[in-house]
């Protein structure tokens, strides 16, 4: 059965993020009672996810290896790593080594209950790794090819491991060409474990309702958004379930994928789909 | 451990319902605790101080369902907090019922093995994270060591691993004895405290008896479940294939700590096997080392448990000692004197971490009586169950003058051999023939001396070199060297016993070099082999993807086949009945009469079949009429209300003409469809079982290879270690003869006079001669 190998030390998995930095990305979204750029929101999601993952494989002695974990930006005339800091420049880096090396870690203020019905303001420490930027056009095509690229070495290194997983956050249409051949290209790679997936976040233009991990393109309002469900794989089962226990409805045909997603559903997003087989 | 008022299935914040709400992620968790004046209520912990990580704030120490927090209370006592981030209605109540049935234990008269059970308070209101309050289980800070990490300290010391194997048989006892069961027994839930007694941590999957009949939320490590587990197995016997396996992991690698570095991988979440091992026994590594382990209880260990992976997982039968001795096996304990005597289980070895299979016949090593040397004897290199027989030292030999080999009971030479006849007649030879030649060749007188001198020369060769292959003579002499050399090393004892320090240290090393490089190249081939199985799974599915496609796409073949064979029929029965539907019936259509229909005749166009449609595409005001055939035709009078009346017209009949046609392919035709599709199906099928053949073979090949290297290693890496030992023992032996070097000394030089003067007398020349003529 696919999608079902043991994630360890040994056999680790591998996480690629491919963030829209186009220029687009500078436009405003709500973002609980205030509006943030859409790249800033993007940034905050990645960077609390690379915790997140981090304390999830956070054990006695640290934070063990389980995942290497690239994240990688398109934007103006560029497609490379988005990391900064220590890692500035690197691909996939084994977790152990992101956890330790965040570019800084800010202290963010936060209104938070004080236990007795009123609100308090704390500060709380937020590591980040990569910064909002939003320049240029969007070659997503050569993102996916990027993604091709550490894919392929991936899989040759790994061939029984969990396949890798490679989420992309866009706003807009590809600027250099049609992305779906790459897209295709990329998903075709397979370890012995199952093809890579490869889930496909698109991020809110108007403020529309979210349409989260869609079953068909009929629910889907235009081709950009068809194009890109079909681009996405459908969720192997232990992520089906899991988007289920989170509330979502899904079936054997649904996609990782969300069209016109909101600040929630981004967070959703990144959640379901890093739910790789369970952690020991 | 007790569990407050609030611990039952009481409306907690949130909870009423029963329904599940999303908990915080363990980021959340770590978040809120950076503030916990803020996050708790309990006065311990919202005064406490939480243990941070390097870089990322609050430490945590994440599993699967929950992420633990350590906090040091004012007090100074520190605690683990363990926060939920999955929702479980009934989380509090079974916490609620493992407390008391924890509570319960070790009471009169069925005292626990060891103080394995951890006390915690199940906090309702734990942490406070956003607006919520969520559940949390504060529990005593076990000052232990994990599972892993200990064996890796302790793989020296094969006695402190029999005792852990033995703590950890009599908690399973504990255990089994109260009808509970901990549903993830594993390394990572496996403390180790002090005098290698367990504490076990993680009671969320736990199973007490006031919880029989329900379902288990978690199905355990899948490094140490049997491949038949599922959560129906909740229940008091669910734990017994992990015990079993952890159990032989043990006391193998107490027996033969070779088989951690062979076995155990160095990031691996397991002991020694894992769930590949379970699931897919017949391509596993593991169990072969196992099951041809020199150890015989290594052996019937293993080939038991690995009994157990076809069996029902809760119809195993409990962890005893019985089950892990072996048949007719000495209780431990009784002559060893190792300090465990009385360990509530003998397990391998009898009690003594001795391999007694491997023993090199006639070395004399196996039946010591010591503890082995002391602990700062025990060199790294060396594997412990050797380490174990190292110190049993041969009785030293007597002074006495010991008898030459093959003798029985007195010096001197045995039987006379073919050697000896060769030299006797050899020698008579040499002597006589010479002489009778030179009489007969009448050889110059001169000659004679010398050729006697010659033939004398060669026959004391002959009789000396007869001497020398005497084995009696042979042995003596060894003994000589041998007592020159310990008469050498006495003169000088403390540079001699620090230069066999050092021969042994060499020896230690290279064997412990060795060892490395097998283990390197072990765990090499095992990644070898699990990489190149999945290689061949990749390649198979390459290979198969499209095959196996067009076999779940034969249906709607077969479908559209069938459709595609009606067709001519429909169309040949519609158009029947446009044929028999004159254009005299489309004279009562609106706006038509019988000019337009004569006006139709006249164009050729008698029956509805005569033609298929309009053409309005020229000119509004030019309307065709489209035949059969393809040609247009204009009518006069048909303008586009007409043409328009003419095709619905049209179209009503060949829509009512369908419905009539026939619905069924004629037999032959479906038959025909049929079989194409069968061998279709066929043709795919078998694509994909020769692919799947031939990825078999491809495995099987690999899985051959990789086996017999790994054997080969395995057999080289024994006989090294036997070599070693048998190296380790004689030069342990000649160091420990040093002590007393003074009287040793005398004796050897005495012992030395008597062996010369064996070697010269009984065994001299003279003598062989004798034994030469007279056989004595």
């Known amino acids: ?280 | 451990m007790a569990v407050p008022p609030g611990g039952g299935p009481g409306p907690g914040p949130g909870s009423g319902t029963g329904s599940a709400r999303k908990f915080p992620t363990g980021a959340n968790y770590a978040e809120a605790l950076q503030h916990p004046e803020l996050c708790f209520r309990d006065p311990d912990l919202k005064f406490g101080a939480v243990q941070q990580s390097p870089v990322l704030g609050p430490k945590a120490i994440s599993g699967n369902f929950a992420s633990v927090f350590s906090v040091t209370a004012r007090s100074g006592q520190r605690y683990a907090l363990k926060c939920f981030t999955r929702d479980s209605a009934t989380l509090g109540r079974r916490y609620s019922a493992i407390s008391s049935a924890l509570g319960g234990l070790g009471g009169t008269g069925k005292a626990l093995s060891q103080p394995w059970p951890v006390g915690f308070d199940f906090l309702e209101q734990g942490v406070l994270v956003g607006r919520e309050w969520y559940p949390a289980v504060k529990m005593t800070w076990i000052q232990g060591t994990g599972l892993i990490p200990w064996i890796e300290r302790n793989l020296g010391d094969p006695s402190a691993l029999h005792t852990l194997a033995d703590n950890f048989l009599a908690m399973t006892a504990d255990l089994e004895r109260n009808g509970i069961a901990h549903g993830d027994l594993q390394h990572g839930n496996l403390l180790v405290a002090a005098g290698g007694t367990f504490r076990l941590v993680d009671y969320d999957g736990m199973y007490v008896p006031a919880l029989r009949g329900e379902q288990a939320t978690e199905n355990g490590h899948r490094n140490y479940q049997s491949p038949s587990r599922t959560a129906a197995d909740f229940g008091p016997a669910m734990d017994r294939f992990s015990a079993w396996t952890i159990e032989l992991a043990l006391l193998a690698v107490a027996t033969d700590p070779g088989l951690w570095t062979q076995l155990h991988d160095r990031h691996g979440e397991f002991l020694i096997l894992s769930e590949p091992d379970f699931k897919d026994p017949a391509t596993s590594l593991a169990w072969p080392v196992l099951l041809t382990h020199p150890d015989r209880g290594v052996r019937e260990l293993a080939g038991r448990v690995k009994g157990f992976l076809g069996e029902p997982a809760s119809g195993l039968p409990p962890l005893t000692v019985d089950g892990v001795r072996i048949p007719g096996q000495r209780t431990g304990g009784g002559t060893g004197g190792s300090g465990r005597a009385g360990g509530p289980g003998a397990g391998l070895g009898g009690g003594r971490p001795t391999v007694t299979s491997w023993t090199p016949a006639g070395s004399g090593a196996a039946s010591g009586t010591g503890p082995g040397p002391g602990p700062g004897a025990t060199p790294s290199g060396v594997p412990a169950w050797m380490a174990g027989r190292l110190g049993t030292q041969a009785p030293a030999p007597k002074p006495v003058r010991q008898p030459a080999a093959g003798t029985g009971t007195r010096a001197g030479f045995g039987k006379r051999g073919t050697g000896d006849l060769v030299a006797a007649v050899g020698a008579l030879l040499s002597n006589s023939t010479p002489g009778a030649l030179v009489l007969a060749a009448a050889q110059p007188v001169d000659v004679f001396p010398a050729a006697q001198g010659v033939a004398l020369l060669t026959s004391a060769a002959l009789i000396g070199l007869g001497r020398r292959r005497r084995p009696e003579h042979r042995a003596a002499r060894k003994r000589v060297r041998e007592l020159k050399r310990r008469a050498r090393e006495l003169a000088d004892p403390a540079s001699t016993y620090e230069r066999l320090e050092k021969e042994i240290r060499v020896l230690d090393d290279a064997l412990a070099k060795d060892n490395t490089a097998s283990d390197q190249r072990i765990q090499a081939l095992q990644l070898e082999l699990r990489d190149g199985q999945a290689r061949i799974t990749m390649e198979l599915n390459r290979r198969t993807d499209q095959a196996k496609q067009q076999l779940a796409g034969l249906a709607a073949k077969e479908r559209r086949r069938l459709e595609k064979a009606l067709e001519p029929a429909v169309r040949a029965h519609v158009q029947e009945k446009l044929r028999r539907t004159s254009i005299e019936e489309a004279r009562s259509l609106s706006n038509m009469g019988s000019k337009m229909v004569q006006a139709l005749q006249s164009a050729g166009i008698r029956t509805a079949a005569d033609f298929i449609g309009v053409d309005l595409s020229h000119n509004p005001s030019v309307v065709f009429l489209v035949r059969p055939g393809g040609q247009r035709v204009r009518v006069p009078g048909i303008g586009e209300a007409r043409a328009n009346v003419l095709d619905v017209w049209r179209q009503s009949l060949e829509h009512r003409a369908r419905l009539s046609a026939p619905t069924t392919v004629p037999a032959a035709a479906q038959a025909q469809i049929k079989a194409d599709i069968v061998v279709l199906r066929r043709t795919h099928k078998a694509e994909i079982k020769q692919a799947e053949g031939e990825a078999q073979q491809k495995k099987t090949a690999l899985q051959r290879r990789i086996t017999d290297e790994r054997t080969r290693l395995t057999g080289q890496r024994q006989q090294r270690a036997m070599d070693t030992q048998r190296r380790r023992a004689e030069l342990l032996q000649r160091q420990k003869q040093l002590a007393g070097a003074e009287v040793e000394r005398g004796r050897v030089v005495s012992e030395l006079g008597v062996a010369r003067d064996e070697v010269w007398g009984e065994l001299g020349v003279g003598s062989y001669v004798r034994f030469l003529l007279i056989g004595r």
Request: aromatic share 8%; proline share 7%; charged share 20%.
């Open chain 1, 1 to 280: 059965m696919p999608y079902t190998a043991e994630i360890s030390r040994t056999n680790p998995g591998c996480f690629i993020f491919l963030v829209d930095q186009s220029a687009s990305m500078s436009d405003p979204m709500e973002s609980g009672e205030t509006t943030q750029p859409r790249a800033e929101v993007v940034a905050n999601a990645i960077n609390r996810l690379l915790t997140e993952l981090s304390v999830k494989c956070a054990k006695e002695e640290g934070v063990r290896d389980y995942f290497h974990v690239a994240v990688i930006g398109y934007g103006h005339n560029q497609v490379g790593s988005a990391y900064q800091g220590v890692l500035a420049g690197r691909d996939l880096v084994p977790l152990s080594e992101v956890a330790n090396n965040p570019a800084r870690v800010e202290s963010r203020t936060k209104k938070v209950p004080d236990g007795a019905g009123g609100l308090v303001e704390t500060t709380v420490q937020f590591p980040v790794w990569m910064d909002p930027v939003a320049n240029g056009g969007t070659p997503m095509t050569r993102a996916l090819g990027y993604a091709d690229t550490l894919v392929a070495h991936w899989v040759d290194t790994h061939p029984g491991g969990f396949p890798p997983i490679v989420l992309n956050l866009t706003d807009g249409e590809s600027t250099d060409g049609d992305p779906t051949s790459a897209a295709i290209g990329l998903a075709s790679h397979a370890t012995a474990d199952g093809p890579v997936l490869l889930f496909n976040l698109h991020v809110s233009g108007s403020g529309g309702a979210p349409i989260t991990f869609p079953d068909s393109e009929e629910q889907l309002p235009d081709t950009y958004a068809k194009l890109l469900f079909q681009m996405s794989s459908v969720l192997p089962s232990h992520m089906r379930s899991y988007a289920a226990s989170q509330g979502h409805r899904v079936g054997e045909t649904t996609r990782g994928f969300v069209y016109n997603a909101d600040i929630v559903s981004i967070v959703e997003f990144l959640d379901i789909g890093t739910r790789a087989t369970e952690l020991r």
